[in-house]
């Protein structure tokens, strides 16, 4: 576990000043741990990156498509290794480190076709004006730092490598400190499959390694994955370079059901909306606006549905929701709970830590909350729901966008006209309509507001990773 950090096609041991230790959640007891990179190490996966990037510029759309299937096809081979550690490190559940691990081999199977479409991309432009002409190139925006956090590791990653590696990007990838290995795979697979040295560097580390990346001059783009408050940081850096930035941060979204819902059905998106990852999703619904009508037999159902969730360890229980995945995280949690009680919250389910060793909270139900509460307003990041009713659908726009962020939100309703309709007033980036949270990489990912700066997936996602270049000729 000593050469943690692959930079220039080498596996080489961090020489920074952070020690790094690799939890298991679901015990609180460290299983690994290694040395971060150094600033210099940055340095040299920058430097590797920067001379790696002309001649991966220059491969054919399809020589980049075929590295991408192989990534595919090598995390297909990891498959069960890729699960299990993300079990053990992350707390998934085992359904759902088995959906990561696909969306990150749908992400790379689409960006290897939307690379072998890039060439017919490249046509020209019909003028009005007569005696020129003018074509089109979609060029690669050069080295870019990728910077994730840790709770979808093998996904954030994949959303951002597989568009910047298709438009012919080289990049330096930093993963969160939290789940430093489960990313390693992408540089073995670097390494199986023979992609060029430096096109692909890894550096771990903590704040220090991070903020070497997202400072250094020898970036022509970042890309950050995390909060908003890091987030910030990362955006002050690329504004005093003048240098672009794509941010995905943080949420507090909303999940609105009308009266006309099926009540069991509605329960359940509303659960998943919270506990899939024990809530430690930027997308999770954490504010339900329940309308009038249907809240006294809602909220019951939904007290009994989230108090029957099964909380375990994954790799020894069946369980339904895993650990927090850090401890900072569950303090934090935690002292969410201290709040609640300070401000008299009523609370309908959970609202505490688990009494056994390792990470782990109830879900929980808060009620009535007040909207200046802290627990309506900011990230919590972990199962915890807060509800208000609302009487008109007016009313639960209005609340529903009556926050800084603005990632997604769902909409809960029998009225279809209705729902496309809330939809489409609703100030996010993304909105589900009688669902769970089912991701496409076809759509887009990202938000308005305070939820960032750009969007990830589709076509937008390669778009992020190109610099449109216009070619115009005078005929004479
Ligand atoms: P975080 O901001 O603490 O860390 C994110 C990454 O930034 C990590 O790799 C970390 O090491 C690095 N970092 C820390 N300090 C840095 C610095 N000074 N300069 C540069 N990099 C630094 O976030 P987290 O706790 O890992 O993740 C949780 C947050 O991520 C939540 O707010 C969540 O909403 C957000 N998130 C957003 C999306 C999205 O798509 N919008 C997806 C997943 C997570």
Aim: hydrophobic share 45%.
């Amino acid at each position: 576990m000593t050469n943690s950090h692959y930079i220039a096609g080498r596996w080489v041991e961090g020489q920074g000043n952070d020690c790094i230790s690799v939890n298991d959640p679901a015990l609180g007891q460290p299983f690994a741990e290694f040395m971060a990179a150094s600033v210099a190490q940055v340095d040299q996966a920058v430097a590797a990156a920067r001379s790696a990037l002309p001649a991966w510029k220059s491969t054919s759309a399809s020589e980049r498509a075929a590295f991408l299937r192989g990534f595919a096809e090598q995390l297909g081979q990891r498959r069960e290794a890729l699960i299990a550690l993300q079990m053990r490190n992350n707390g998934k559940p085992r359904h759902e480190a088995e959906i990561d691990l696909d969306d990150a081999i749908a992400t790379f199977c689409y960006y290897a076709e939307l690379a072998e479409q890039l060439p017919a991309k490249h046509r020209d432009v019909p003028l009005a004006a007569p005696g020129f002409t003018a074509r089109t190139r979609l060029e690669p925006v050069g080295v870019v730092g990728l910077i994730v956090p840790w709770n979808f590791p093998l996904v954030t990653s994949a959303w951002k490598l597989a568009p910047a590696l298709a438009a012919g990007c080289t990049v330096v990838l930093k993963p969160s400190e939290v789940t430093p290995l489960i990313e390693q795979a992408y540089g073995q697979i670097a390494d199986a499959l023979g992609l060029p040295a430096g096109v692909l560097n890894i550096v771990n580390g903590k704040a220090e390694t991070g903020a070497a990346l997202s400072n250094h001059n020898g970036l022509d783009k970042l890309s950050f994955t995390g909060s908003n408050s890091v987030g910030s940081q990362v955006m002050r850096s690329a504004s005093a370079q003048c240098r672009p930035v794509t941010l995905e941060l943080g949420g507090k979204s909303a999940i609105v059901v009308f009266d006309d819902c099926d009540v069991d059905q509605a329960v359940e998106w509303i659960v998943a909306g919270i506990s899939w990852n024990a809530g430690q999703m930027c997308s999770a619904t954490s504010r339900l606006l329940v309308q009038d009508g249907i809240a006294d037999a809602l909220l019951p159902r939904l007290q009994a549905a989230l108090e029957n969730l099964r909380v375990g360890n994954p790799l020894t229980e069946e369980v339904d929701m895993g650990p927090l995945t850090s401890q900072a995280q569950w303090l934090k949690v935690a002292s969410y709970f201290a709040t609640a009680r300070e401000e008299g919250l009523q609370c309908l389910a959970g609202g505490k830590a688990l009494d056994r060793d390792g990470w782990f909270v109830s879900p929980t139900l808060y009620t009535d909350v007040p909207k200046h509460s802290r627990l309506w307003t900011e990230e919590i990041f972990g199962p915890v729901l807060c509800a208000r009713r609302f009487a008109s659908e007016e009313q639960a726009i209005t609340e529903a966008n009556d926050s800084r962020f603005g990632l997604v939100a769902t909409v809960c309703s029998a009225d279809l006209d209705r729902a496309e309709r809330v939809a489409d007033a609703l100030e996010v980036g993304h909105v589900w309509i009688n669902s769970v949270q089912a991701v496409f990489v076809e759509t887009s990912w990202g938000g308005t507001k305070g939820s960032g700066i750009g969007r990830e997936l589709g076509p937008w996602g390669l778009s992020a990773y190109q610099s449109v270049k216009h070619v115009t000729r005078c005929l004479g």
